[in-house]
């Protein structure tokens, strides 16, 4: 059967297959298992020579079986995507697209480090052994493997295909930018019938009360931390015993207690990095103060700008009576903006506790858009449902709630603003247009991009998969 696929389609699924389990090798020409004997007729034994596998195709180094196509198909399957209408020739172009990419940026001399790549082996054995109640060897099974070494050895390869893809795309569209002038011409390109339109959405601002810690837990806590420094640094005790015994980050354990931090990549807090920085391999730090919590930080590892560092993360107690006094704060504020006698802005501007929000008169910013709107449909679902009932300008009753580290902050939430459906309009809907104009430009940059070098790069498509109609020139005519 022939299909056509479609660029943008295949951009979709560009991105998917990080937990891919299909084999990466160098070129041959055919996969063949040891040689099998046959039914003895004579004094003479004869061999035969099975193939159990075809290349479906070769791009530079790497080549795509026939069963690399197979595997995708039940690893989207696996994630809970519906491949009945996915047919395999699209697969198939997926696939040579990763292998152009992770063939240039071998080429192009872009790096993945070896732990970066264990370290997503890690997670995504422990995601899989989830799935089958942590039995190792029915997980073996699954995927036809003798040992654990085995499956971790393909899923190496796998992962550092993928990952030499991902980055090389991400340098393919790393520049490309947008200006104005070329949002609007792409809007007036768009026939008025057929301008996108987009669903309701509102503008939510919110007021956030934490109840106090006190002095002496604050103190408590950083006495214990300053104790577990001494004991790692002079009596050569086990940071890392430290931090699976005390240590109160939910998130550290998934990645093999500790974290890769990158200079030029931020990540963590400001007040994490700059500890975790200014540390030599082994120091471990004095005790500091996040938004989390109290931590201290240990330093494994320095490799140029990155640095492995471990963490122990301690998390005070809040006292019944802050608690209370959090609560009938925000309850008093909350009767006098129902009454009239302060706005909701001003409310959050005096005595909001969330920095982000409390400048901006309490006002959420979408993640997605990094604007104030929120699309109804697509809104986060536990936002929705503690606004779903509220009239505009209507406020909350106090809703409580714990973030990850199961801290407790009371709030108030009011919608500002309503937008209903309605069809795209260039000055009200700039952002999301401005998104549109930029996804194509950059799926251009991608085609360009593609076509340069499949015809700089040896290509052979092989059997059945020569039938398929490909939007990129695979074969080449």
């Known amino acids: 059967m022939k299909y056509t696929i479609s660029s943008k389609l295949v951009l979709l699924f560009m991105f ?12 041959q020409e055919e996969v063949e298992e040891a040689p099998k004997q046959e039914t003895k007729t004579d004094a003479t034994t004869t061999f035969k020579k099975v193939k159990i596998d075809g ?66 082996v890690d997670y995504q054995i422990q995601q899989f052994l989830q799935q089958v109640n942590g039995d190792m060897d029915r997980l073996l099974s699954v995927y036809n493997k003798d040992s654990e070494e085995s499956l971790r050895e393909e899923m190496f390869e796998a992962n550092k295909s993928m990952m030499l893809s991902q980055r090389m795309q991400a340098k393919v569209i790393e520049e490309v930018e947008i200006t104005p002038e070329e949002v609007r011409q792409f809007f ?83 007040e994490f990095r700059e500890a975790a920085f200014s540390l030599q391999e082994g120091e471990v730090s004095e005790p ?37 006094e959090a609560k009938d704060k925000i309850e008093k504020v909350r009767q006098k903006i129902v009454n009239g006698e302060i706005t909701f802005a001003d ?38 449902s503690q606004i779903q009932d ?28 309503r937008i209903d459906e309605h069809e795209a309009d260039y000055a009200r809907d700039f952002l999301k247009i401005k998104e549109q104009a930029l996804n194509e430009k950059k799926i251009r940059a991608i085609e360009k991009w593609q076509a340069e070098k499949i015809n700089d790069t040896y290509i052979k498509i092989s059997g059945d998969m020569r039938d398929c109609e490909f939007s990129s020139n695979w074969l080449k005519k």
């Open 16 to 27: 998917v297959g990080l937990f891919n389990l299909q084999a990466q090798e160098i070129i």
């Open 55 to 120: 290349v479906a195709g070769v791009v530079g180094d790497y080549i795509v079986l026939n069963s690399d196509i197979d595997k995708e198909y039940l690893q989207l399957q696996a994630s809970g995507v519906d491949t009945k209408d996915i047919p395999r020739c699209q697969i198939f172009g997926k696939l040579l697209e990763n292998k152009l990419y992770a063939h240039h940026a071998v080429q192009d001399s872009i790096l993945v480090a070896d732990a970066e790549i264990r370290r997503n």
């Open 188 to 270: 007036n390109k768009i026939p008025e019938d057929e301008r996108p339109t987009f669903g309701t959405e509102l503008k939510v601002a919110q007021i956030v009360v934490e109840p106090k810690i006190s002095d002496e837990e604050k103190k408590k806590v950083i006495d214990k931390l300053k104790g577990f420094k001494a004991d790692v640094e002079e009596n050569g005790a086990s940071f890392r015993s430290k931090v699976i015994l005390y240590g109160q980050d939910p998130g550290i354990k998934q990645s093999g207690y500790k974290y890769t931090l990158n200079r030029k990549k931020p990540k963590m807090v400001k």
């Open 288 to 324: 500091f103060e996040t938004s989390f919590g109290f931590h201290i930080v240990y330093c494994e590892k320095i490799r140029g700008q990155e640095y492995d560092v471990s963490h122990v993360l301690l998390i005070p107690e809040v006292s019944n009576e802050s608690i209370k």
């Open 347 to 384: 409310a959050a501007r005096e005595i909001s506790d969330e920095k982000e929000t409390k400048f901006d008169g309490g006002q959420l910013i979408n993640p997605e858009t990094q604007d104030y709107n929120f699309e109804l449909t697509r809104m986060d679902p536990e936002l929705y």
């Open 390 to 417: 509220l009239k505009d300008g209507e406020v909350s009753l106090v809703l409580s709630e714990r973030d990850r580290t199961n801290k407790l902050k009371f709030k108030l939430l009011t919608v500002s603003d």
